[in-house]
């Protein structure tokens, strides 16, 4: 009694590249070819919809060329519904399982991706933004300008002020003050520079929460068009895909047809795992601009006290030999 012969199939030429050709083989010549090789056996066994050309382990040329499993036994997605052993209603139902399987499985690990960034976004927070108001930085300009004037008493709007009588008395009044109390003079030109460094630092300082607030909330715009765009794009590519096969079998006198490019179902340059990346990346600047928010508000606070306090004692002390000088 004759053996019955393996049935043929059309795999594609791996070493013909993406405009390869299609030879024909037997399933056990095919299954040797792929058991020959337990890691791209392994990648094979994942979802085609989730293939990355950029990321790939191995380089894949067709949908066909993914495992899927037939009953007990595992085959490539092409040999299955191209084995003339199983009847055309048959390969639909393997399709149909195929495309089911593989849409649960690209749902599971997307639900699992934005599952996971609106954890980590919730566990961030409100980011707040860093906190300078107009009115003091009034505040500073205002001090600023007064221990200049009464620190520079050597200055040219000195020498115009001095022409006037109480210019020449107050100008009297600042020299006595300093040549008695040298460190008075130290103090004055200390709190200038850090008065001017205050000025500087708060405008870095809004500059700083300002772009931060922004970015942030562009950034969580992104991330939500993002996650809709990601979402539209499989869904094309897989009813696609699903609708082409279950067409291409619908007619039992054309057994064959192309085989769909891996191009059709590839991720595209927004997925899942730039998708992931973009959110710990936000997060990561949220987190490294909470962490740093305590020390800029300690600086900032110092800052104003410092030049609150110098102004202040440049100002007493010229109060007082004022009054002094009186009596």
């Not at 989730?50 to 060329?65: C, G, R, T, V």
């Not at 300082?205 to 996650?227: G, M, P």
């Not at 007619?251 to 927004?270: A, V």
Request: glycine share 4%.
């Amino acid at each position: 009694m004759n053996k019955k012969a393996s049935p043929k199939y059309y795999i594609y030429a791996e070493s013909e590249g993406k405009n390869g050709r299609f030879v024909e083989t037997t399933y056990e010549e095919k299954k040797y070819v792929i058991e020959e090789d337990p890691l791209k056996t392994a990648y094979l066994k994942t979802n085609p919809f989730l293939y990355n050309p950029k990321k790939a382990q191995f380089p894949i040329f067709s949908i066909e060329d993914f495992l899927i499993k037939v009953g007990k036994e595992e085959m490539a997605f092409g040999d299955a519904i191209r084995n003339t052993e199983f009847s055309l209603p048959k390969r639909r139902r393997i399709v149909k399982k195929a495309f089911r399987t593989w849409n649960k499985s690209y749902s599971i690990a997307k639900t699992a991706t934005f599952s996971e960034s609106d954890k980590m976004v919730e566990v961030i927070g409100e980011v707040s933004g860093l906190k300078f108001s107009w009115k003091l930085k009034l505040l500073l300009c205002c001090l600023f300008v007064v221990t200049l004037f009464l620190n520079e008493i050597n200055s040219y709007l000195w020498k115009s002020f001095t022409l006037t009588g109480f210019g020449n008395y107050f100008q009297n009044v600042l020299m006595n003050m300093y040549s008695e109390n040298v460190w008075l003079k130290i103090v004055g030109n200390l709190t200038v520079y850090i008065i001017l460094f205050t000025i500087f630092f708060s405008s870095i300082y809004s500059l700083i929460s300002k772009d931060f607030s922004r970015n942030y909330r562009l950034a969580q715009k992104y991330l939500d068009s993002s996650e809709r765009s990601i979402s539209r794009s499989y869904n094309k590519r897989w009813k696609n895909a699903r609708r082409y096969y279950l067409k291409a079998l619908r007619n039992s006198k054309r057994p064959y047809f192309p085989p769909l490019d891996i191009e059709e179902i590839q991720e595209g340059e927004l997925n899942i795992d730039v998708f992931k990346q973009i959110c710990q990346v936000l997060v990561e600047r949220a987190y490294k601009y909470k962490k740093s928010k305590p020390v800029l508000n300690v600086l900032r606070n110092v800052l104003m006290f410092i030049s609150i306090v110098g102004s202040g004692t440049i100002l007493i002390f010229t109060v007082i030999h004022m009054v002094l000088s009186i009596f």
